[in-house]
């Protein structure tokens, strides 16, 4: 089967020729096409000037960087761009006004990220964390979004989608379908988002035989929230399980760390389970999972399995999938009630950068006195895990910044140095970040950060 890639383009039901590259990345595909206003910055998702907004049935629109989405992953979907918007329309319009843009190269991916803002809401500053201005500056950019009103979102007309395959890249719609591939194709490369996989496509030019995309697996989809916790659809881009933290009590703690975790165009295609497929030892979203003692639901054709989190990460980009299996679902127990749940994280920019060090802490507390500890940490080894040692030293002790100094003196992690930072410099900063949960707990109304 090979069928042609099918996808709504600012409102125009668009059909690409079969021969079409499926690994080839939007961006590129766009500029070829003469639509030029999406910009190519850094090829690499972290600056913004690619930005384009995927446009869904129920009129959510989710900022995404053309440079990192394929065409594969379009098929069935409706996309935007600053050509659809045209020179008339009121964010542009309100730009100019402003004296917002200088140069002008990154304003389409502002005005993109500002027209997906104008429909949901939310602070601008968050909505801006994903697109760098050289030039300008983000005050007039910020007085320019502080004038527009709100826009209605209208429902984009979507074309029919199934399981689908463009030679070698193949879009199954069921897990049966999904398993039956991963076993004829053991080689095939696994593509969720492609916030990290995708690189290999936009830098490093590699387009494989074989790829499975599972984004439309019917079964990987959505969050679900229970009694017990939550359970993650493999599928569910971050920008869900933000959202689903932001609406529960009992992992709001967890929604500052998560905004933090790439930007809104990050968030909108990236995915837990695309983030624990790859083990990095500086994945974010990792040490939520170890703090909270997560599983891994894995699918293979004759069975489910469940494994704790913690074991399936094996080594530096190492884990336990086996060659017949795919990540199904990531369940998220609840924090033990009465818990301190903190999520700490030291970057060279506040938004949007990869962690130099992260701290998740999950203290089980009895009258201020530490029964339970669980300490996880990013970037202090060749993967994220656990501080057992420290752990110990907190427990039977008044949770305060003695007891944290204790636990910052058990650590016994030897970090590697890099352009992030020295070993030195992550293992004094574990510590520090230890005190800060600490700090938060027992001076609540102290600012741990000054913010612009």
């Given amino acids: 089967m090979h069928d042609a890639i099918r996808f709504t383009l600012n409102q125009i039901p668009r059909e690409l020729p079969r021969e079409t590259l499926p690994t080839q990345t939007l961006l590129d595909w766009l500029r070829a096409q003469g639509m030029t206003g999406t910009k190519e910055g850094c090829a690499e998702g972290d600056c913004g000037a690619c930005t384009v907004v995927l446009e869904a049935a129920d009129s959510a629109r989710t900022p995404i960087n053309a440079c990192l989405c394929t065409l594969g992953q379009l098929h069935g979907r409706a996309i935007r761009t600053v050509e659809g918007l045209g020179p008339d329309h009121p964010i542009p319009r309100a730009m100019a006004a402003a004296d917002a843009t200088q140069c002008g190269f990154c304003t389409p991916g502002i005005v993109m990220s500002a027209w997906a803002q104008a429909s949901e809401g939310g602070e601008a500053h968050e909505a801006l964390a994903g697109n760098l201005c050289r030039c300008t ?40 379908e999904a398993l039956a591939l991963r076993a004829a194709l053991p080689a095939a490369w696994l593509l969720m988002g492609g916030t990290d996989l995708g690189l290999r496509f936009a830098e490093h030019r590699e387009h494989p035989a074989e790829v499975i995309c599972l984004l439309s697996v019917t079964e990987m989809q959505g969050i679900t929230r229970s009694a017990t916790g939550l359970s993650i659809g493999a599928a569910a881009p971050y920008a869900e399980l933000l959202a689903a933290c932001r609406a529960d009590v009992d992992f709001a703690p967890l929604a500052p760390y998560l905004a933090r975790l790439g930007s809104r165009q990050i968030r909108g295609l990236g995915t837990v389970a695309g983030n624990l497929g790859t083990a990095s030892p500086i994945g974010d979203a990792l040490p939520i999972l170890l703090a909270l003692d997560a599983e891994v ?70 009258d201020g006195v530490v029964q339970d500890a669980r300490l996880a940490f990013g970037g202090m080894a060749a993967r994220a895990e656990r501080a ?24 016994h992690f030897t970090p590697m140095s890099d352009a992030r930072a020295s070993a030195e410099y992550r293992l004094e900063a574990a510590r520090g970040l230890l005190r800060r949960v600490a700090l938060r707990h027992t001076h609540p109304h102290l600012a741990a950060e000054v913010h612009a």
């Avoid at 910020?142 to 074309?159: F, G, R, T, Y």
């Avoid at 057992?388 to 650590?411: F, I, N, Q």
């Fill in 137 to 176: 500056g983000y005050r007039p950019i910020l007085d320019a979004m502080a004038s527009l009103a709100e826009e209605e979102a209208v429902p984009p007309a979507l074309p029919q989608s199934s399981s689908a395959s463009f030679g070698g890249f193949h879009l199954p719609a069921s897990l049966a």
């Fill in 388 to 411: 057992p040692a420290a752990e110990a030293a907190l427990k039977g002790r008044t949770l305060d910044d003695a007891a944290m100094r204790a636990a910052g003196a058990a650590l």
């Fill in 297 to 366: 639901e894995l699918a293979a054709p004759r069975a489910i399995r469940r494994l704790k989190v913690e074991d399936f990460i094996t080594g530096y980009r190492r884990n336990a999938l086996q060659p017949d299996e795919l990540i199904l679902a990531i369940h998220l127990p609840r924090p033990p009630a009465g818990a301190l749940l903190a999520a700490e994280k030291l970057s060279r920019r506040h938004d949007q950068d990869i962690s130099a060090v992260s701290l998740v802490a999950c203290l089980s507390l009895r």
